[in-house]
């Protein structure tokens, strides 16, 4: 994100209680809001950065959204929304120091520092709306005043104008039929799921306001009806592992857990970067009990026996391998160069980490107390059913709207960026009559347990 100038020191308050001076600020300061309560302050975009989160980097992260307001919280969370309480709270309240900037004030426990963004970048709210994205064309509900909160109905309405009106009302979905604009989140009456053939929604206006369909588009707005976490309020009884193999998705399954929970996960290690990035469990000592689950890639008896139940995931060793060693050369979200894969180091780390991903499993099956096994792919493909499944072993209520919240927010930050720098098909056939042996092995061992064997792709045919 291109830096656009820093905010200065905090300068005198001023005895009348005025605003914070700031000699390049890029926001207008509004002041000091409370956002204590389940229902946020400002419903928008949610960002963290533990180590460095700075003024210009919240009011920069949400202008390039087209929110209207940033607000800054603890030192270290950045809050995007288009509205505002009529009220502020005294500046005073406002006295945490930001992480990333020495003598500048980022709220404080359950307050926001607000600026107003909406005029940083002159015309960047009329692109943002045109990048709404396109959903599918989907029938109607059957009660459209209950599935959609908000209308505009005007003629000739475009796109750009719908997501616009969302946007600023703060909803996720724009939803088009003819003249008419909705607003929406995805519900359980309306959930996205049965798209119907384009060509049911290519109608005319008129002809398309009288029809049973319409055009849904995502807006610029997060869904955030799941975005709130916390630690559990009192100790766990039951201590539960969510286990797997480095490479087998943990950190993104981590994601869905706390976003469908509304608890912080944990962790075996201490990873700055994901502690930074909001995984607050990240730095919770690992059996504080605090967490709803504890991410960690441990096996052998020991270990294992530790912890009363376990979430079991596997991913395809293949695809597990690739990412680990992506993540070794590259970190979370890089990809290991040309000069890593054709060095001696790849074929080193599969020989010695593809045994792994066998035992890992196989020691799991044998000394785990109380198993829930999940499959990466399965959890790719039906998201919502196998998370729910999740969130039950994890003896957690949750709401179907909730679920479809995660759903519409399952990337989280966590694909990859920049360039394949490898060959698409990295191993060689001494490397897949090796891993092929411990896919076999590994499916037989799940088949003797009374679990389903590994998904169809992974097993050599």
């Given at each position: 994100m291109a830096e656009q100038g820093r905010c200065c020191d905090l300068g005198d308050l001023g005895e009348q209680g005025g605003a914070p001076h700031w000699e390049k600020s890029l926001g207008t300061y509004v002041g000091c809001f409370s956002d204590h309560g389940h229902e946020r302050t400002l419903k928008g975009a949610v960002f963290y950065d533990l180590r460095k989160m700075t003024v210009s980097h919240c009011q920069d992260a949400c202008a390039e959204r087209s929110y209207v307001y940033a607000g800054l919280e603890a030192g270290a969370e950045c809050y995007?929304?288009?509205?505002?309480?009529?009220?502020?709270?005294?500046?005073?309240?406002?006295?945490?120091?930001c992480k990333g900037e020495k003598g500048s004030v980022c709220g404080a426990v359950d307050r926001l520092s607000v600026y107003?963004?909406?005029?940083?970048?002159?015309?960047?709210?009329?692109?943002?709306?045109?990048?709404?994205?396109?959903?599918?064309?989907?029938?109607?509900?059957?009660?459209?005043?209950?599935?959609?909160?908000?209308?505009?109905?005007?003629?000739?309405?475009?796109?750009?104008?719908?997501?616009?009106?969302?946007?600023?009302?703060?909803?996720?979905?724009?939803?088009?039929?003819?003249?008419?604009?909705?607003?929406?989140?995805?519900?359980?009456?309306?959930?996205?799921?049965?798209?119907?053939?384009?060509?049911?929604?290519?109608?005319?206006?008129?002809?398309?306001?009288?029809?049973?369909?319409?055009?849904?588009?995502?807006?610029?707005?997060?869904?955030?009806?799941?975005?709130?976490?916390?630690?559990?309020?009192n100790k766990s009884k039951v201590f539960v592992a969510l286990s797997s193999f480095p490479g087998a998705g943990n950190t993104w399954a981590r994601h869905l857990i706390e976003h469908a929970t509304g608890f912080y996960t944990g962790s075996y290690y201490f990873d700055g970067t994901l502690y930074n990035k909001g995984f607050k469990g990240e730095k919770d000592?690992?059996?504080?009990?605090?967490?709803?689950?504890?991410?960690?890639?441990?096996?052998?008896?020991?270990?294992?026996?530790m912890f009363d139940s376990a979430i079991l995931l596997i991913r395809n060793p293949y695809r597990s391998l690739v990412a680990e060693f992506n993540?070794?050369?590259?970190?979370?979200?890089?990809?290991?160069?040309?000069?890593?894969?054709?060095?001696?180091?790849?074929?080193?780390?599969?020989?010695?980490?593809?045994?792994?991903?066998?035992?890992?499993?196989l020691d799991w099956l044998k000394y785990g107390k109380r198993l829930l096994v999940v499959h990466y792919e399965e959890l790719r493909r039906s998201l919502v059913p196998t998370?729910?499944?999740?969130?039950?072993?994890?003896?957690?209520?949750?709401?179907?709207?909730?679920?479809?919240c995660v759903e519409n927010n399952k990337e989280g930050s966590f694909r990859r960026r920049g360039r394949r720098s490898h060959d698409p098909e990295p191993f060689t056939p001494e490397m897949k009559d090796l891993i092929n042996g411990y896919i076999r092995t590994v499916d037989k061992a799940l088949r003797d347990h009374n679990w389903t064997g590994l998904p169809r792709e992974y097993v050599p045919r």
């Open positions: 995007c929304g288009n509205r505002l309480p009529a009220t502020s709270v005294g500046l005073e309240e406002c006295s945490h120091e107003r963004v909406d005029e940083l970048q002159p015309g960047s709210r009329k692109r943002e709306w045109r990048t709404a994205t396109y959903r599918g064309c989907f029938r109607l509900p059957e009660n459209i005043t209950h599935a959609f909160p908000s209308s505009l109905i005007q003629a000739n309405v475009t796109v750009e104008t719908c997501s616009g009106f969302c946007s600023q009302k703060e909803f996720p979905l724009a939803i088009l039929r003819g003249w008419e604009c909705y607003c929406a989140y995805p519900t359980p009456q309306f959930n996205l799921r049965d798209a119907m053939d384009s060509s049911l929604c290519g109608q005319d206006p008129e002809a398309q306001r009288l029809a049973e369909y319409c055009e849904v588009y995502q807006t610029p707005v997060q869904d955030t009806r799941c975005t709130d976490r916390r630690f559990l309020p000592h690992w059996r504080s009990r605090r967490t709803i689950c504890v991410k960690t890639h441990e096996s052998g008896r020991r270990e294992i026996e993540r070794k050369c590259a970190g979370h979200l890089g990809y290991a160069a040309d000069r890593n894969w054709k060095s001696k180091e790849w074929p080193d780390f599969v020989n010695s980490y593809a045994s792994w991903w066998s035992s890992h499993v998370l729910r499944e999740m969130v039950a072993f994890l003896n957690v209520s949750v709401s179907e709207e909730r679920l479809l």
